[in-house]
Each structure stands twice: as structure tokens, then as C-alpha cells.
């Protein structure tokens, strides 16, 4: 599971009518299971979604056998996705993600 940060203007993102809307935007079909949010699309075998305090916590399983074109496709989806859900480009989580990780050793 992967916890991503959330820009405050977008925390209404995290309530599950929200991140619904936004994976069928992105991904054309999710369900909502009480706080949890799931969908499935490309190379992408379970994606689960939902609010843990004021971040976006996502539990990803991916098919790494699926033809490259089909994985492209499918994390270009799911960056866009993240950063519509988010406020944050791939650019900018990675900076996070790298300054999180030396601020911890």
C-alpha cells in the first residue's frame, strides 16, 4: 500500500463519491465498497483506493505480463489519475517521495 500526500484544495478528493467519479474518468468503470473505491483496467489486475487521514491511500496489484503498449497506456492512466486525486504531478510525488525517504534515515 502506498499513502500519497493530498494538496489541501484537494481534499475533497478523498471522500468516496469523488474518487469514484474520478476513476471511472479515468479507468471507465470503479465500485464503491463503504470507504473504498476499486477498479480494474489495462495491466492494472486491483486498484483500491481511499482516504487515510489527509492522504490518499492506494493498494495496487499489476499484471506484469500484459504487452508493453497495454502497460504505457495503463501508467499514463493511472498518473493521471493520481494526479487529479491528488493536486500532484508525477514529478512532484516523486520529489516528495525522495525527500521523504532521506528525511527518514
Not at 493530498?6 to 476513476?23: H, K, M, S, Y
Not at 474518468?25 to 481511499?50: K, N, P, Q
Amino acid at each position: 500500500m502506498q499513502n500519497y500526500p493530498v494538496r489541501a484544495a484537494e481534499r475533497g478528493n478523498l471522500n468516496p463519491v469523488a474518487l469514484e467519479r474520478i476513476l471511472r474518468t479515468h479507468f471507465g468503470s470503479a465500485t464503491v465498497d463503504g470507504e473504498t473505491v476499486s477498479a480494474t483496467y489495462g495491466a492494472i489486475e486491483a486498484l483500491r483506493a481511499h482516504a487515510q487521514g489527509r492522504e490518499l491511500a492506494v493498494e495496487l496489484r499489476m499484471n506484469p505480463k500484459v504487452p508493453d503498449e497495454i502497460a504505457r497506456e495503463t501508467i499514463a492512466r493511472y498518473n493521471r489519475f493520481l494526479e487529479e486525486a491528488t493536486g500532484f504531478s508525477a514529478k512532484e510525488r516523486a520529489k516528495r517521495l525522495r525527500k521523504s525517504a532521506t528525511a527518514g534515515d
